[in-house]
């Protein structure tokens, strides 16, 4: 489906986007395949902590 791996544990695949040198970063973010977010419920919910999104924006920035 046009999907690259990234080798990075919360963005999985990238895809180039047509018509310019950008790409759509994509992952899955689930307590079952990232236990430690279990750690970070509030209220029933996940709330994915500050530094997983800097991580997350810091990896986008590299491709």
């Known amino acids: 489906m046009g999907l690259e791996p990234t080798e990075h544990p919360l ?3 990238a895809v180039p ?7 759509l970063l994509t992952g899955r ?3 079952r395949t990232q ?11 996940v709330v994915v902590p500050g530094s997983a999104l800097v991580e997350m924006a810091l990896r986008a ?3």
Do not use: I, Q, T, Y
């Not at 236990?35 to 919910?45: E, I, S, T």
């Open 17 to 23: 986007l047509p018509e310019s040198d950008g790409f």
């Open 35 to 45: 236990p430690w977010l279990a750690d970070h419920m509030m209220l029933g919910r």
């Open 29 to 31: 973010l689930s307590p």
């Open 11 to 13: 963005l999985g695949a």
């Open 61 to 63: 920035g590299e491709e």
